[in-house]
């Protein structure tokens, strides 16, 4: 009997050491309503992970890649990351007195925020380069990891990390127990985000493709770091996200979701390529759970997107109609 | 019976599937002699992986990173990448009549190779730049596909994927079933080094760091395509491999292989980071098996590294007495 008991033993490990329980879940998209972009989502992976199927997609190149802001997490009424910046502009202006007479810094500490934006992307650009340096990339990860801990949105007034959508977190894990690997690229700043990207997506370091800032490799008291300049090295957006992602991973993805027309190029370069793509838009239609906004927007500005979305075939997501729950443990 | 036969094949098949045979092999480095690098390797690798010991290192941390030219492949007379963008430039010259009379196109041209390379880095740049550009990057990958398939090497007359380490491909392996993610962080193309690095070392295309030359996404012939320009983008070389490392991985490595000064800063950068380390420099010592070289060599050039090791506690591998073979199927 022992050994009966030895024996039941091993085949039960031998089920859960080798059976892929996630992968057999009855419904891997609980939050996402039936509809098209659900159904569209299980065909495709259905597809490219059946070995007798013609659109069989090697493990190694199941290449998925995501925006970052609007389509994984909230952008409005500003992006996470320029939230950051203006408290940073904050706590650096003792550093830097001149700031005080200096646009667009003079108006951001008079809290100003609309009036500082107002003065372009120059001025926008000025403020973040600015409130993302003049440290070593280990000490502005404590950084973003202490804000991220702490701040809340100004409207919602949840944490920025619970700000994140539900639905898409379900679509990142069901991607990966179907051995793709997910990647995000997004305009936002590369250490900003993957100061806090394993932790809240699932999505380590090595597969965070962004904005990269001027770093150098430098001695600071005693010690081997990279220190941050406030210039631009690689500014990741439109066109640039392609070859952002042709540096990063040198693969073709063969799905890619955005949201907003500075997604275009990365859907296009995804969706031209040969055999089974994916390219889907998160259409933020929802004003009461979220928010609705598109071709007049400017965060997360869609306008051309939403047209070459009918003539390349990209599935376009409603988010009020498709979504069952927007934030994880809300609805 | 039946029945029996049916158990002892569910345990043979949990052993199987839940056991990481590579990981007990009695020796994961046969080709490396009992020395002081072999167990300077096997140390490091017991240290990180036992969770009971105070270096141990999560699987998501375990980076290593490795040079390519004369660290993991021959790289005497010349660079093979240099080698393959000699004889584009024959192929090209069709295209480009003026290079007849253009230093160093002329020279090479006319087959004198010494003198197109002594005429400086510029040149070398020039030649390099002009040969690995003017089509897309996918069309670009089959031809060094076609290349690697081909060409052979002028003195020992193999094909260069052959003239890869048996000991260092067996390091790499004994690391990845470690849970180790292997980067190679090269001065060479990043996408000469795509084309086949998954086949001839076991590393897939997104865990190669390497030079980067300017690159547009474009329309050609009606396909979404990245063209390739004759402009450097990226030189992945001495302290620019640590920035490359950063943006890349956003990881500091906890491994480092190298065997020239263009790899100090790399090294430097590993080692000194908090907990457990290891720094490789594969020292050409066999003038028999291999090539023999160090201080006086214009190619892997290695003087202020051999100096640091000793400071830094870098080990010093001695290919003539620590390497059993040097290539695979050889001694």
Redesign the interface.
């Known amino acids: 009997m022992q050994k009966n008991k030895y ?1 039941r033993a ?2 039960w ?2 089920l859960v ?2 059976f892929n329980w996630s992968a057999v879940a009855k419904d891997p998209l609980p939050s996402w309503n039936d509809g098209v972009s659900k159904q569209t989502i299980i065909n495709f992976v259905e597809r490219v992970t059946d070995p007798e199927n013609p659109d069989f997609v090697a493990k ?1 190149d199941r290449i998925a890649t995501f925006d970052n802001d609007g389509t994984l997490w909230a952008e409005q009424p500003l992006y996470a990351q320029l939230m950051f910046a203006i408290e940073r502009i904050h706590v650096l202006a003792e550093k830097y007195p001149e700031w005080k007479t200096k646009q667009p810094f003079s108006l951001i500490l008079k809290g100003d925020i609309k009036g500082a934006l107002s003065a372009g992307d120059d001025a926008v650009m000025d403020i973040v380069m600015a409130a993302n340096a003049g440290m070593t ?1 280990e000490q502005y990860t404590e950084i973003v990891k202490e804000w991220m801990g702490r701040a809340t949105h100004p409207v919602s007034k949840k944490k920025f990390s619970e700000m994140i959508y539900q639905p898409m977190l379900e679509l990142i894990n069901y991607l990966k127990v179907n051995d793709f ?1 997910n990647y995000i690229v997004s305009g936002g700043g ?2 900003f985000i ?1 100061a806090w990207s ?1 932790l809240v997506y699932g999505i ?3 597969q ?1 493709v962004g904005t ?1 800032m001027v ?3 430098e001695e600071v008291d005693g ?2 770091v ?1 220190v941050r300049y406030p210039e631009m090295s690689f500014y990741n957006n439109k ?1 640039n996200k ?2 952002g992602i ?6 073709r993805p063969i799905a890619a979701f955005g949201n907003s027309d500075g997604d275009i ?1 990365m859907l ?2 995804t969706t ?1 390529g040969q055999g089974a793509r994916l390219g889907m838009i998160i259409h933020h239609t929802d004003e009461k759970r979220e928010w609705a906004y598109d071709r007049k927007s400017k965060i997360g500005h869609l306008s051309k997107g939403l047209d070459m979305a009918k003539e390349l075939g990209w599935t376009v997501v409603d988010m009020k109609n498709e979504w069952k729950s927007i934030y994880p443990n809300s609805n």
């Open positions: 024996i091993v085949i490990l031998s050491f080798t190694g990339n690997k590369i250490e993957r394993d380590p370091a090595e965070i990269i770093t150098k490799y010690k081997r990279i066109h392609v070859i042709s540096n990063h991973i040198g693969k190029q296009q370069y031209s």
